[in-house]
């Protein structure tokens, strides 16, 4: 079953610490990996996308990295600010075939920053 | 300018009624997507449509009907409104059909209340 699992589902830090985020996945077969932040009352913003060859890739203070072997990523937030408070989406993306690609949502982990 | 943009965003309507949901984008993107968030936040896909072809069905009730007049647009169309359709739903779009590496945009959602 193509599953993708979050965790912790919700985190509280305060403001300047760092926080990591993380996924585990069974999709299959594996195409690549999002991960997107959605503030509240909004759509998900993308902040990464990484695919099988990728073990880490940063977007200023978010740092993605992917395990494909264990099938795990995790999202680090440096120096946390207010405006990260959000909740922040795992997606996996199966193998496209022709008009078949297929995403996989996990159920997001949920971040407040407090002052 | 905002990329994706969807109409009404919030809708508060009866069980029975028959409601729509616009959805545009002017990004030039091929392929427009339509998806549920339920009360537990997790996203679902319900249609992907590509140069105004149906090209995924998510097994969605017959009663949701998308509609597709040119590529820059998708309608969500619902007939007979149960309490259950009650949720956030989500328009994206993404530069084509493959989902390869491409970044999906999401419009800011319209909560949909059922009552």
């Known amino acids: 079953k193509n599953q993708v699992e979050q965790s912790p589902q919700s985190l509280i830090i305060l403001e300047g610490k760092n926080c990591t985020l993380q996924?585990?996945?069974?999709?299959?077969?594996?195409?690549?990996l999002r991960w997107y932040k959605q503030d509240t009352g909004r759509g998900p913003v993308s902040l990464t996308i990484?695919?099988?060859?990728?073990n880490t890739k940063s977007n200023g203070r978010y740092t993605a990295t992917l395990d494909a072997d264990t099938k795990q990523s995790s999202l680090h937030i440096t120096a946390s600010q207010l405006s990260d408070s959000a909740s922040y989406i795992c997606?996996?993306?199966?193998?496209?075939?022709?008009?078949?690609?297929?995403?996989?949502f996990g159920t997001g982990t949920r971040l407040t920053i407090i002052p | 300018d905002t990329a994706v943009s969807q109409t009404p965003k919030y809708l508060v309507t009866q069980m029975g009624n028959d409601k729509s949901i616009k959805c545009e984008q002017n990004?030039?993107?091929?392929?427009m997507y339509w998806y549920k968030q339920d009360s537990k936040k997790f996203l679902k896909i319900m249609f992907s449509?590509?140069?105004?072809?149906?090209?995924i069905n998510e097994t969605v009730p017959n009663r949701f009907s998308p509609k597709s007049p040119d590529k820059a647009h998708l309608n969500l169309h619902i007939n007979s409104l149960e309490l259950g359709d009650s949720a956030v739903y989500f328009c994206?779009?993404?530069?084509?059909?493959?989902?390869?590496?491409?970044?999906?945009?999401f419009g800011q959602g319209t909560r949909l209340t059922v009552v």
């Open positions: 996924c585990n996945y069974t999709v299959s077969p594996f195409s690549n």
């Open positions: 990004l030039g993107h091929d392929t």
């Open positions: 449509y590509n140069n105004k072809e149906l090209i």
């Open positions: 994206a779009s993404s530069p084509d059909w493959t989902g390869l590496n491409t970044e999906a945009f």
């Open positions: 990484m695919t099988f060859s990728e």
């Open positions: 997606v996996v993306s199966r193998g496209a075939n022709f008009g078949n690609e297929k995403l996989t």
